[in-house]
């Protein structure tokens, strides 16, 4: 009996080990973005996603987000893994076809790509802004280190109210592109992740409320990404 006592504690400890172990995991996960599913987004001026994790992934629990950051607030509840996987949200396969494979509504979660991941992304409301100058500056942070066969800025047209209205391709205006940069040509970074990091400039054409909108293609495979940046432009 005592023999089958010890063997039974032995077995308890063996599983309590392993569901702490477990516990563990699943806490490290909720606060750190996988790195499996890593890639990259636009970290300044912040796409929505990265913002919401940057402003509230330390506290994402507090009841004060719901009236302080509402849109965040609403991306949370849809799905956290939205912001945790910031950098996770693309499509493969595009060709450089976005408009046929994406349709207006739809551009900051690339037509509900990765299982509907960043469907909250395309709410409209009143997202917070950063504010720029009309000559600004976009950090592109690459962890994957894949370089770009190409990078493409878009600001919302005058007049674009993003409070109100979805974001279409018809709202856009190019600003800048940049052509096939190698990753070995990007600045090493350390934060929020390692990787590489691009410095973009680009001129907005009017100032007010707008979308940054960048689409990057990256260098590795047919692989896109869309992010979606609010700001203010003075």
């Known amino acids: 009996m005592a ?3 010890a063997t039974r504690r032995t077995w308890l400890f063996r599983v309590l080990a392993l569901m702490a172990a477990v516990l563990a995991a699943v806490a490290i996960s909720a606060t750190v973005p996988n ?3 890593a890639h990259g987004n636009i970290i300044d001026a912040p796409s929505r996603n990265f913002g919401c994790w940057q402003r509230w992934g330390s506290h994402f629990q507090d009841p004060a987000m719901a009236t302080q950051d509402p849109m965040c607030y609403q991306a949370w509840q849809a799905n956290p ?3 945790w996987n910031w950098m996770s949200l693309y499509r493969n396969g595009m060709g450089g076809n976005f408009q046929a494979a994406v349709p207006d509504g739809t551009l900051c979660s690339m037509n509900h ?3 509907g991941l960043g469907n909250s992304l395309d709410a409209v409301g009143n997202w917070q802004a950063k504010s ?4 600004f500056t976009l ?3 690459d962890q994957a280190s894949h370089g770009a066969d190409f990078v493409r800025v878009y600001v919302t047209k005058q007049g674009y109210d993003p409070t109100r209205q ?4 018809g709202n856009l205006d190019l600003v800048t592109t940049v052509g096939k940069t190698p990753a070995a040509q990007w600045t090493r970074a350390t934060t929020p992740t390692s990787g590489v990091q691009l410095k973009i400039n680009a001129t907005a054409n009017h100032s007010g409320r ?4 960048t689409i990057w293609q990256a260098s590795h495979m047919d692989q896109a990404y869309f992010f979606c940046s609010d700001v203010n432009i003075s």
């Open 3 to 5: 023999v089958l006592a």
């Open 35 to 37: 790195s499996a599913w």
């Open 81 to 83: 893994n939205t912001m």
């Open 113 to 115: 790509a990765e299982g």
């Open 132 to 135: 720029i100058g009309r000559n």
């Open 139 to 141: 950090t592109l942070h």
């Open 166 to 169: 979805a974001l279409g391709w």
């Open 210 to 213: 707008a979308i940054v909108f």
